[in-house]
């Protein structure tokens, strides 16, 4: 067998090596979904919750996800305002989430009803430190022109997304800035995950 045989049976191998590393089952959790969703002590103290933990799927009130999928919402104190709803979403490998994240970060961050695009105010100022897969933005939905921010993030196979009413009597852009952060930590701490480097963050 000559050397340029070799060399392409060399490579090849390499790649099947690679392949079935990335289709890899993600490893086996001691949490759930659930258990990662924005807690109120991430939230303005006029926050209330108004579901607990639910699983998605087709069976769940907002018919989204499969069952290992999660989300909760909150309300403002004075039941006026449905404020908040936090997601999580699980897959059972990577770059399944990866796909779904790519896939679904345009239908995320859609124009809105009112047809005002997503932007990011100057004062949406939060950037994670252990994900570089983290998109935010705020836009104007509804009748009465309501801001809302939102914020969508993968952490391995999980894919996190949390959207507000944004009003001073609801949520601030200052306090939202915290709810990604509360977000942020929570996964990386159930995940032990390490800051990115310099060069890659």
């Not at 099947?16 to 590393?21: D, E, H, L, Y």
């Not at 890899?24 to 969703?37: I, K, T, V, Y």
Request: hydrophobic share 40%; net charge negative; with cysteine.
């Amino acid at each position: 067998m000559n050397q340029k045989k070799i060399q392409v049976m060399i490579f090849i191998i390499l790649l099947v090596g690679q392949a079935s590393c990335r289709t890899e089952e993600a490893p086996q959790r001691n949490f759930g979904s659930s258990d990662l969703l924005l807690t109120l002590d991430g939230l303005p103290n006029n926050y209330r919750v108004a579901d607990l933990p639910q699983p998605m799927g087709p069976d769940s009130p907002i018919a989204m996800g499969d069952p290992d999928d999660s989300y909760t919402t909150f309300h403002t104190l004075d039941d006026v305002h449905l404020a908040a709803i936090a997601r999580v979403y699980r897959f059972s490998t990577v770059p399944n989430a990866e796909r779904w994240y790519d896939n679904h970060l345009s239908l995320e961050f859609a124009v809105a009803t009112r047809g005002v695009s997503w932007s990011i105010p100057s004062d949406l100022i939060y950037r994670s430190p252990y994900t570089e897969r983290l998109h935010l933005g705020c836009t104007v939905t509804g009748v009465d022109r309501q801001e809302v921010c939102k914020i969508m993030a993968q952490y391995e196979e999980f894919v996190a997304i949390f959207h507000s009413t944004i009003a001073e009597d609801v949520m601030t852009i200052a306090q939202f800035n915290d709810a990604v952060r509360h977000i942020d930590e929570r996964l990386a701490k159930f995940l032990e995950l390490q800051p990115l480097s310099v060069e890659t963050h």
